[in-house]
């Protein structure tokens, strides 16, 4: 029950606080390894429905529902044969194996991982359109600019995090980075964080601070059955100091 009112039971990204003020924070995020899946990967997919495609996606990615869609990667160096139940097929399959087991440095299993907070998605058709000098109203594609990431747990990198098995999971590194964070409760939406977002911009520029807010990303953390008041948000904007 804990979940429904607001436990974060999962691992979040660690990070360092740099200024606390004003109802923000700055922080200093290490590099980490996001499991990505965009809108233009899923064809004519547009606004919730999106969001549960990609959410479904990456929860099988990394075996919340079932089987792990991936392919684990051993990080022990050992040596060949790696001995095998018959019928059983090494890529993306949790594998029943005899004695002794003798694997090579490549051999590869599918790997179940641990979910991480927050689920962090992007608008880029919004952001662009905010950039530019347009008359209304706007037309966006969300089709073609929105992502969903995972975060994947602290002990990968991007070369032993399990290879997925469906091609509209994407991984890559984020490097490390500088970025300015307000929290809010309440159910996370495009047009809920688009305002938290523009007041964390007002108040980055009351402090002087040198922002890039067509870079914005929004951060939930907690499953949509969670109460609304209790639910954690963020926005982020990445910040030069």
Not at 32 to 45: F, P
Not at 221 to 234: A, D, R, S, V
């Amino acid at each position: 029950m804990g979940i429904v009112f607001g436990r974060i039971d999962v691992e979040t990204p660690k990070h360092e606080v740099l200024k606390q003020e004003n109802g923000i924070e700055i922080r200093r995020y290490p590099s980490q390894v996001a499991a990505t899946v965009s809108a233009s990967s899923l064809g004519d997919v547009k606004g919730k429905k999106f969001e549960g495609i990609a959410f479904g996606i990456l929860a099988r990615y990394i075996g919340v529902f079932s089987k792990p869609e991936n392919v684990g990667k051993s990080g022990v160096d050992m040596t060949a044969p790696v001995l095998m139940e018959p019928n059983q097929e090494a890529k993306g399959e949790k594998i029943a194996m005899t004695g002794p087991v003798i694997m090579e440095a490549t051999a590869r299993q599918s790997e179940k991982i641990a979910m991480t907070g927050p689920v962090m998605m992007t608008d880029k058709t919004e952001r662009s359109a905010e950039a530019v000098d347009m008359t209304a109203p706007v037309l966006m594609d969300e089709s073609k600019a929105r992502t969903m990431s995972f975060l994947l747990p602290a002990k990968y990198t991007i070369e032993t995090a399990p290879a997925p098995t469906d091609s509209r999971v994407q991984l890559s590194e984020m490097p490390e980075r500088v970025e300015a964070v307000i929290v809010f409760s309440g159910n996370l939406s495009t047009e809920s964080s688009r305002a938290k977002m523009e007041e964390l911009n007002k108040k980055l520029e009351e402090m002087h601070i040198q922002a890039d807010a067509s870079k914005w990303t929004m951060a939930g953390y907690n499953p949509p059955f969670c109460l609304p008041f209790m639910k954690t948000n963020e926005v982020h904007i990445p910040v030069t100091l």
